[in-house]
């Protein structure tokens, strides 16, 4: 026996819930799959467990895509407003962090409440834990063979997620099923991840783990002034997990580690002191690291001993740090995942396939992948109520 459904959505994550609510409360008999016992795992873990469910300045240029312009549509018809109204009518207290970064009060758990009530009230069907062992199409309906038996349905939804934390469920079942209906594919990498340094660097570095600075990062075309850590396998902090979405494997980032302190006009004003550079730069910058830095640069004379064209050298050095990563620290520690479904062979208004009608893709498995503070669960919310009004 077939059970029959106008649509099927695997992955009950952030998009796919959003689109089963959005689709059942339009009158659609809708299906939720997913493979894992617990239900919405990775919003139960976001955001330390308050979730950072939107950001109040969400725009287009907070997200990274082969096509930057895709995700316009979606994130217009769908915006933090509307998905503070839904936590509203829910009850669900929440605060500004900083930078538009919205929070629950009390736990993430309640995002996932929410969400399961609103699928209840679109009369959404379940089936958890549920494995998806083939996707077919047979004429104009999909045909899906699963450990809880036989569906088919008109719409397919693919809402399952990235490759990031494999441990609590991540695969790349949303590729595979891209692949097999001839959609083109952005190779997948990790995001908003922490970067490793080689072994040379780390010894330089290596004992400033936990020491944190405001400072300014670049690499290939993007920016962030947010905290940097040191670790003691190399570079994280919110700086860091934002930048790593831009960084190419082989290039350099370019570090500003004093962005509000012009270091040649510091040591101007000590010129003759008989202080040591790293105390000048100590009232500054955490102490550990204006030592170890200048011990680095071999700046260990007094002030009024060092050579002009040295500390203008130890002053650039600060304003223009170039530091080569060796890699990510892998899905494992990634946020999210760069690349997916390449947006080309998608409808922006809708999510649907342009060559394969009735499938759609949304989230994350989908080329599209936010800054870090709440954008990647704001094009979650997006996305899944494009493809829930159109299907
Ligand atoms: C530690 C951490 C913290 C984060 N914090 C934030 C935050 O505070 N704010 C923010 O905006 N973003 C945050 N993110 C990113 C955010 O969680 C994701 O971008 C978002 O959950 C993506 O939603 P999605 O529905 O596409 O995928 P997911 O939420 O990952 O859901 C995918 C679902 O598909 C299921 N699935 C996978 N494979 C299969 C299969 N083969 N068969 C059936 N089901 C399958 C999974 O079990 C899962 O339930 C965080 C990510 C991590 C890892």
Redesign the pocket.
């Known amino acids: 026996m077939t059970a029959r459904f106008d649509a099927i959505v695997?992955?009950?994550?952030?998009?796919?819930m959003m689109c089963a609510a959005t689709a059942g409360q339009r009158g659609r008999r809708v299906l939720l799959?997913?493979?894992?016992a617990k239900l919405?795992?990775?919003?139960r873990?976001?955001?330390g467990g308050r979730?950072?469910?939107t950001n109040i300045h969400c725009t287009p240029e907070h997200f990274v895509s082969r096509n930057p312009h895709f995700c316009r549509s979606a994130l217009a018809r769908y915006t933090p407003k509307d998905f503070i109204a839904l936590v509203e009518r829910h009850g669900i207290r929440y605060h500004e962090k900083k930078l538009g970064q919205l929070f629950c009060d009390d736990s993430a758990t309640q995002i996932i409440a929410m969400l399961e009530a609103e699928c209840d009230a679109g009369h959404v069907a379940w089936h958890m834990p549920?494995?998806?062992k083939a996707v077919e199409r047979h004429g104009d309906h999909f045909a899906l063979a699963t450990t809880a038996g036989a569906f088919a349905s008109a719409s397919l939804v693919i809402?399952?997620?990235?490759l990031?934390?494999p441990k609590?469920?991540?695969?790349p079942?949303?590729y595979r099923v891209a692949d097999q209906f001839g959609l083109d594919m952005v190779p997948p990498h990790p995001g908003l991840v922490p970067l490793t340094f080689d072994a040379a660097e780390l010894a330089r570095f290596g004992d400033l783990s936990g020491i944190s600075v405001d400072a300014t990062v670049s690499a290939g075309s993007g920016r962030f002034r947010e905290n940097l850590l040191f670790t003691h396998r190399g570079l994280s902090g919110p700086a860091i997990l934002q930048i790593s979405s831009y960084w190419t494997p082989g290039s350099a980032l370019q570090v500003d580690l004093l962005p509000d302190h012009p270091a040649a006009e510091l040591f101007r004003a000590q010129r003759r002191s008989l202080a040591l550079p790293a105390s000048v730069l100590g009232e500054v910058l955490p102490k550990r690291l204006a030592q170890q830095w200048c011990e680095a640069a071999g700046a260990t004379r007094p002030m009024d001993q060092m050579s002009d064209q040295a500390l203008e050298a130890l002053a650039a050095g600060l304003h223009d740090w170039r530091v080569k990563p060796t890699g990510t620290a892998g899905y494992q520690k990634?946020?999210?995942t760069l690349g997916g479904v390449d947006t080309a062979g998608l409808s922006s208004k809708t999510m649907e396939s342009r060559n394969v009608p009735g499938l759609y893709f949304?989230?994350?498995?989908v080329d599209v992948t936010?800054h870090l503070?709440?954008?990647?669960?704001?094009?979650?919310w997006a996305s899944?109520f494009a493809a829930g009004s159109s299907l």
């Not at 949304?362 to 498995?365: L, M, N, R």
């Open positions: 695997v992955g009950a994550g952030a998009a796919g799959i997913d493979h894992a919405g795992e990775k919003i873990i976001s955001g979730c950072n469910f549920c494995t998806v809402a399952s997620g990235g990031s934390v609590i469920g991540a695969t079942f949303g990634a946020e999210v949304i989230g994350e498995v936010g503070g709440g954008f990647n669960f704001q094009w979650a899944g």
